[in-house]
């Protein structure tokens, strides 16, 4: 059964920890990306790769930081330079190809700083 | 960089009204995607739109591109009680540098009365 995995779904931490969220497909997909959504903000793009050992920053990638060892797995580490990091974390992953492909998103991790 | 602002935010109906949320960019969109993301889940592919003035239908949901290439309508007739949720449009620039990077807009929150 080919999709993504994120865990866990939920997650506590206290101020001041680094946190990693896993993510992991078995979609043979080049592309992976990781998104964080707060409520009426829609969903803003932290980090992005297109392949193995490669990726981006999107918008808002101060205070974050990813790994891209291995195609099939993408972790997103929360540091403690994020400011306010308490928020809905989703993976997604997409074919790399000559155009836009439509991205495949994980069912999420909510991250609660206590 | 590139912003897409998707309005209403909420939009609140009785079953069997129509619903219509809007995306509207200021720059040229090289495509543009719509997501629906049911309550508690995660967002799910609806469908990709590339061609200007491009029309597509999903049984009773309709997907409209503009001309220019800058805005974006989803329209549902006759709204049930399974499409309550949000939905999310998303699009890249045309020439963009970034590939694969998606800008999502903020949402729309559809809910409906029975």
């Known amino acids: 059964d080919g999709g993504i995995t994120q865990s866990p779904k939920y997650l506590f931490r206290k101020e001041g920890q680094n946190v990693t969220l896993s993510c992991e497909q078995n979609l043979n997909h080049d592309a992976m990306y990781w998104y964080r959504q707060d409520p009426g903000q829609g969903l803003r793009l932290i980090y992005y790769s297109q392949i193995v050992n490669d990726f981006q920053k999107g918008d808002i990638a101060e205070g974050y930081s990813v790994s891209r060892e291995k195609k099939e797995s993408f972790p997103l580490t929360v540091t403690s330079a994020q400011k306010n990091p308490t928020a809905f974390y989703l993976c997604a992953s997409s074919i790399a190809s000559g155009r836009i492909n439509e991205q495949f998103f994980g069912p999420g991790t909510r991250l609660t700083v206590l | 960089g590139q912003q897409v602002m998707q309005i209403p935010q909420y939009q609140h109906v009785q079953e069997g009204e129509d619903f219509t949320t809007y995306c509207n960019s200021s720059?040229?969109?090289?495509?543009i995607q719509w997501y629906k993301q049911r309550p508690g889940g995660h967002p799910v592919f609806l469908i990709q739109?590339?061609?200007?003035?491009e029309v597509k239908k999903q049984k009773r949901l309709t997907f409209q591109f503009g001309e220019a290439k800058k805005n974006s309508s989803l329209h549902i007739t006759a709204t049930q009680t399974t499409d309550v949720g949000t939905y999310f449009c998303a699009a890249s620039n045309a020439g963009g540098t970034s590939y694969g990077k998606l800008t999502f807009g903020q949402g729309t929150i559809l809910t409906v009365h029975p």
């Open positions: 720059t040229t969109l090289s495509n």
């Open positions: 739109l590339v061609k200007s003035g």
